[in-house]
């Protein structure tokens, strides 16, 4: 059974950091691209690309997170992670992660909520 596990998610101030990850057990994630979408309920909870790392580690990054967010991945430990600095307002929300490879994975996602 594939699981993916998000964890990190918190309450932080306007300006913080904060470093999200994924678990993931059931599948290799060294062969999967891994992502990182969000949801908030004022659009209509519909998944938000946020950034994209390919098995041969190549990066993507929205526009409104390039420069702040980073995503890496530990292949040994069978992990991905998001670090998330200069978190403004607008980017609360519930934070999922994402494998693909033949198949799609989601987590359950972590709530991030950032105070002005």
């Known amino acids: 059974q594939v699981q993916l596990v998000e964890s990190g998610g918190a309450l932080v101030q306007a300006g913080g950091s904060l470093r999200l990850s994924c678990a993931a057990s059931?599948?290799?994630?060294?062969?999967?691209?891994l992502g990182w979408y969000r949801q908030t309920p004022g659009k209509g909870n519909q998944r938000e690309f946020v950034a994209r790392i390919t098995n041969i580690h190549m990066t993507e990054y929205a526009s409104s997170v390039k420069g702040r967010f980073t995503i890496s991945r530990d292949n040994a430990k069978n992990t991905f992670y998001l670090q998330m600095n200069n978190l403004r307002p607008e980017d609360t929300a519930n934070y999922l992660c994402n494998a693909v490879r033949l198949s799609n994975y989601w987590g359950q996602g972590t709530q991030v909520t950032v105070s002005s």
């Open positions: 059931g599948i290799d994630v060294s062969t999967y691209d």
